[in-house]
C-alpha cells in the first residue's frame, strides 16, 4: 500500500479534531487492546504458567501465580514422558510430505492445463472444478476405504505416511489457484521459450516455476498449517502410535498423564507454531489474506 | 515483440495444419502433456473422484467390510432418516452453526474495520488476534476444555471473583454447545478478520471523502461505504462459514464426545459413529450423501438470494 492511500481512511482529519473522536477513539483504542491481548495471549500465558506448576497448584489455584514454586523439571519430563518429540517428528514429516505431494501434484497438474492446454485440457478442468464445489464429508468413508485397499494395485496404505501424503494433493483448490495465476504468465514469454528450443520440461522447470514463486509460497504455507491442523484424518489412518501427529497423539495420551506434565504437553505443541508464526508474521499473514482473495 | 508474436502466430498455424498425424503429435509435446498430467489423473482418480463415486455406490450397498457387500436399495437411506438421534443432531448443527454465526462473524468484521483504520499500530493488533489460529485446533481444545472445568476451571475462577457461578460449562446440557462455540469463534476470528482486512485495503479512499462531502457520520460511512464495498467477500466467507460449521467434527468430539445427553452430537458425530464404532459404512455414506446434497441445495439458494444484491 503506498503513502497517499494510508492518508485516509474512513476517519478523516476534520472527525479527528472533534472531541467525541478525539478522546473516544484512544478510549475504545485501548479497551480493544486490552480485549485482544487477554484473547490472544491470556490464554498462552495460562498455559506457560501451568506448564511449569504443580499439578495441585493447578487444580487449587488456576489463576494463582506458583504458590508452590516454579517447576522447570515439567518442560523436560513431558518431553521424554510423553515423548513430545517423536510426534512432533512425525508431525514435521506429515507436514513436509504433504507439502511436497501438494506442490507436486498441483504445479505439473496447472503446467498442463495452462501451458500445454491439451484438447481434453477442459474436461480435467471441468473435473476438477466440479469437486469443489462437493462438501468433503461425501467422500470421507470411501476415502477411508481406498486407503484400506487401494483400488487395481490393493496396496493397505493404512498406518503409512501415504495415507495421508497422497490424499491432501487432490485439492481442487490449489490446483485453480495455481492454474489461474499460470494463466496471467504472458503466453508471449513462453512462446518465446519454445522458439528458442526448450522442451516442456524445461519451460516448467526454468521458467513457469521460478515465475510463479509467490503462489507456490502461499499454496506451500496453506498446506503446512491445514496438515498442522488435521485431526480427524490422521486419527483415521494412523492407529498406530508410533506414527501418530502430536494433535492425534495428545488427546489421546492426555487421559493417562498428569495434569501438569499435560499442560507443559500443549506448551511444548503450541510453542514452535508460535514462534515459527512470530519470526515469519508478514509472510504469514500476507499468504493467509491472499487466500481470502483467491476465494472471493 | 512484434517478431515475437507474428513468429509466434507463424508456428501455432503450421500445428494446426498437420495436428493429425501421430508423429507430429509426439514431437509437438503430446506426450509430454499426458505424463505430465498423470500426478493430478491419478491422484484425482484415487483421492477424490474415485470415493465420490465410490461414496454414491456404497450408499445404496450393504457393507461392514467383513461380509461382500450387497445392494439393498434405499434401505442406508430409510434406516438413517428414522434413526431417532437424527432429528437431535439436526438440530444441534443448526444451532452450532446459527451460534456460530451470532458469535463468529461480527466479530472479526469489526475487529477488521477497525485495525483498517490505525496506521501505526494496526499490524500489532493484527499478530495478536491471530495467534490463536496459529494454535492447532486440538492443542486449543485440550486448553479449554480445562479452562471450561467445573471445579477447577480458569472461567468458573475468573467469575468467581465477581460472584458469579460456579456454572457445569461442558457438563451442562445447555451450556455446552455455546461453550464449543465460544472457542470456535475464538480460534477462527484472527484468520477470518485477515482476510477482510485484505479485502479492506482496496477499499477506495475517494469514497469515503465524497461521503464525508455529503455529510455521512463516521457509522454510516461505515454502514453505507466500507460494508457494501466488501460485500462480495463477506457473503463468500458466510457461506464458507456455514459450509464449514455443518461438517463440524473435532471440536464436539474432542470437547465433549457428543455428550452430555447427545446435546452436542452433530451430523458429523453421527457419520463416525457409524461407520467407526458400528461399521455400517453404508449408512454412513447414506447420511454423508445427504448431507452433501443439503450442503449443495444450500449453496444454490444461498447463491440465488445473495445474487442481487451482490451485483447491485
Known amino acids: 500500500m503506498t503513502a497517499e492511500a494510508q492518508e485516509r481512511g474512513i476517519i478523516s482529519a476534520m472527525d479527528r479534531r472533534r472531541p467525541l473522536v478525539q478522546y473516544g477513539l484512544p478510549v475504545i483504542q485501548v479497551l480493544l487492546f486490552i480485549g485482544v491481548v487477554i484473547a490472544g495471549v491470556g490464554p498462552l500465558l495460562w498455559l506457560v504458567k501451568s506448564g511449569l506448576s504443580t499439578s495441585q497448584d493447578i487444580i487449587r489455584g488456576p489463576m494463582e501465580l506458583w504458590p508452590s514454586g516454579i517447576q522447570w523439571h515439567n518442560v523436560p519430563d513431558a518431553w521424554t514422558q510423553v515423548q513430545i518429540g517423536s510426534y512432533l517428528g512425525n508431525t514435521a514429516i506429515i507436514a513436509i510430505g504433504s507439502l511436497l505431494s501438494t506442490l507436486f501434484v498441483c504445479t505439473t497438474g496447472a503446467f498442463v492445463l495452462s501451458v500445454l492446454r491439451p484438447r481434453w485440457g477442459p474436461l480435467i478442468t471441468g473435473a476438477v472444478l466440479a469437486t469443489l464445489f462437493l462438501p468433503g464429508v461425501i467422500s470421507l468413508v470411501p476415502l477411508y476405504l481406498t486407503i484400506l485397499k487401494m483400488p487395481v494395485f490393493g496396496w493397505n496404505l493404512q498406518n503409512t505416511f501415504w495415507a495421508v501424503w497422497l490424499p491432501q494433493a487432490a485439492g481442487a483448490f490449489n490446483i485453480l489457484v495455481m492454474k489461474r495465476y499460470f494463466d496471467a504468465i504472458p503466453r508471449e514469454l513462453i512462446e518465446a521459450a519454445r522458439i528458442d528450443g526448450a522442451s516442456n520440461l524445461r519451460l516448467f522447470t526454468a521458467l513457469i516455476v521460478p515465475m510463479s514463486k509467490p503462489i507456490i509460497g502461499v499454496v506451500a504455507l496453506l498446506t503446512v498449517i491445514g496438515s498442522w491442523k488435521d485431526y480427524l484424518w490422521p486419527l483415521l489412518v494412523l492407529p498406530d502410535p508410533k506414527l501418530q501427529p502430536i494433535s492425534v497423539a495428545l488427546p489421546r495420551v492426555a487421559k493417562t498423564t498428569d495434569l501438569s506434565l499435560q499442560m507443559s504437553a500443549l506448551f511444548l505443541a503450541v510453542l514452535i507454531p508460535v514462534v515459527l508464526f512470530l519470526i515469519f508474521q508478514k509472510q504469514f499473514l500476507r499468504g493467509v489474506g491472499m487466500s481470502g482473495g483467491i476465494k472471493e | 515483440m ?216 463516521i457509522w454510516r460511512r461505515v454502514w453505507h461505504v466500507t460494508i457494501p464495498q466488501i460485500r462480495g467477500i463477506i457473503l463468500i466467507m458466510m457461506l464458507l462459514q456455514l459450509i464449514g460449521t455443518f461438517q463440524v467434527f473435532t471440536e464436539p468430539f474432542l470437547f465433549t464426545g457428543g455428550g452430555p445427553d447427545n446435546a452436542t452430537t452433530t451430523i458429523l458425530l453421527l457419520i463416525y459413529r457409524y461407520a467407526f464404532i458400528n461399521g455400517d459404512f453404508g449408512a454412513a455414506t447414506a447420511l454423508s450423501v445427504l448431507l452433501a446434497l443439503v450442503l449443495c441445495l444450500l449453496s444454490v439458494v444461498y447463491h440465488f438470494l445473495t445474487r442481487r444484491w451482490s451485483t447491485t
Do not use: C
Not at chain 2, 132 to 142: F, G, M, N
Not at chain 2, 146 to 158: C, K, Q
Open chain 2, 2 to 217: 512484434a517478431l515475437l508474436t507474428r513468429s509466434a502466430t507463424i508456428t501455432t498455424g503450421e500445428t494446426e495444419k498437420s495436428r493429425r498425424s501421430p508423429a507430429n503429435w509426439l514431437r509437438s509435446g503430446g506426450l509430454s502433456a499426458i505424463v505430465f498430467a498423470l500426478p493430478l489423473v491419478l491422484t484425482f482418480l484415487y483421492f477424490s473422484w474415485g470415493p465420490i463415486v465410490r461414496g454414491l455406490v456404497l450408499s445404496f450397498q450393504k457393507n461392514n467390510l467383513v461380509t461382500t457387500p450387497e445392494w439393498v436399495g434405499m434401505a442406508n437411506f430409510s434406516y438413517v432418516l428414522t434413526d431417532p438421534q437424527l432429528p437431535q443432531a439436526t438440530i444441534n448443527t443448526l444451532y452450532f452453526a446459527l451460534l456460530a454465526l451470532v458469535f463468529g462473524f461480527p466479530v472479526p468484521l469489526f475487529l477488521a474495520v477497525f485495525i483498517s483504520e490505525l496506521r501505526k499500530t494496526g499490524w500489532l493488533y493484527n499478530v495478536i488476534s491471530y495467534l490463536p489460529a496459529v494454535v492447532p485446533p486440538v492443542v486449543a481444545i485440550l486448553l479449554w476444555k480445562y479452562f471450561y472445568d467445573p471445579g477447577s476451571g480458569v472461567f468458573n475462577a475468573i467469575l468467581g471473583w465477581f460472584g458469579l457461578g460456579p456454572y457445569a460449562w461442558l457438563n451442562s446440557p445447555h451450556l455446552a454447545m455455546p461453550a464449543i462455540v465460544l472457542e470456535a469463534t475464538w480460534a477462527g476470528a484472527g484468520a477470518t478478520s485477515i482476510i477482510y482486512l485484505a479485502a479492506l485495503t482496496g477499499v477506495r479512499n475517494e469514497l469515503y471523502e465524497a461521503a464525508e462531502l455529503d455529510g455521512a457520520g
